[in-house]
T-cell receptor, first 118, second 112 residues
Framework: DTGVSQDPRHKITKRGQNVTFRCDPISEHNRLYWYRQTLGQGPEFLTYFQNEAQLEKSRLLSDRFSAERPKGSFSTLEIQRTEQGDSAMYLC????????????????FGDGTRLSIL | QQQVKQSPQSLIVQKGGISIINCAYENTAFDYFPWYQQFPGKGPALLIAIRPDVSEKKEGRFTISFNKSAKQFSLHIMDSQPGDSATYFCAAASGGYQKVTFGIGTKLQVIP
């Protein structure tokens, strides 16, 4: 399978703990996105990378959240001091940007990491 | 502020019928309108997409109708099948398509 891969698929943790999720994009894709989806809602944009550079962060991404894409390949999303409100599905997507920075390539989503805070 | 409004939130259609989902947007900078299909436990998958320079796009049983002046677009699923039962999201993006703004979703159930 050469799609977007996310690990773990499920994470249960106690409030106050730190968690880290990993995303492996489609190999030739240079853009990587993180979204959060709560029950009964559509995904909400969190942040995106072009290669290793983090180019935009949503106001939803509080100081407790940090994302990295150190070598322009896989990415990690860390949540520190988790809170009940962090319970959600965290989705990763990737796409290929064409020349000039404009992309008409669709984003391909992984199956997400479901985070449950006890 | 909900930038993409979607209705209905749930829809029950009989097999063979037409499923219609409607969306409206506010931001005139949006220039790409994809529809995603999501099954339980899976990520969203791109179904069909349209740009505002066309009023309709058809792919198989799925058709997007687009009304730029009204800032509305809709998805029609013809000959709906039980396998189409899923949650459908309309969405919008602008410029370099850096981020997608999703609607709230429509849970479609196609009954035999």
């Amino acid at each position: 399978d050469t799609g977007v891969s996310q690990d773990p698929r499920h994470k249960i943790t106690k409030r106050g703990q730190n968690v880290t999720f990993r995303c492996d994009p489609i190999s030739e894709h240079n853009r990587l996105y993180w979204y959060r989806q709560t029950l009964g809602q559509g995904p909400e944009f969190l942040t995106y990378f072009q290669n290793e550079a983090q180019l935009e962060k949503s106001r939803l991404l509080s100081d407790r959240f940090s994302a990295e894409r150190p070598k322009g390949s896989f990415s990690t999303l860390e949540i520190q001091r988790t809170e009940q409100g962090d319970s959600a599905m965290y989705l990763c997507a990737s796409s290929l940007v064409s020349g000039g920075g404009y992309s008409n390539q669709p984003q391909h989503f992984g199956d997400g990491t479901r985070l449950s805070i006890l | 502020q909900q930038q993409v409004k979607q209705s209905p939130q749930s829809l029950i259609v009989q097999k063979g019928g037409i499923s219609i989902i409607n969306c409206a947007y506010e931001n005139t900078a949006f220039d790409y309108f994809p529809w995603y299909q999501q099954f339980p436990g899976k990520g969203p998958a791109l179904l069909i997409a349209i740009r505002p320079d066309v009023s309709e796009k058809k792919e198989g049983r799925f058709t997007i109708s687009f009304n730029k002046s009204a800032k509305q677009f809709s998805l029609h699923i013809m000959d709906s099948q039980p396998g189409d039962s899923a949650t459908y999201f309309c969405a919008a993006a602008s410029g370099g398509y850096q981020k997608v703004t999703f609607g709230i979703g429509t849970k479609l159930q196609v009954i035999p």
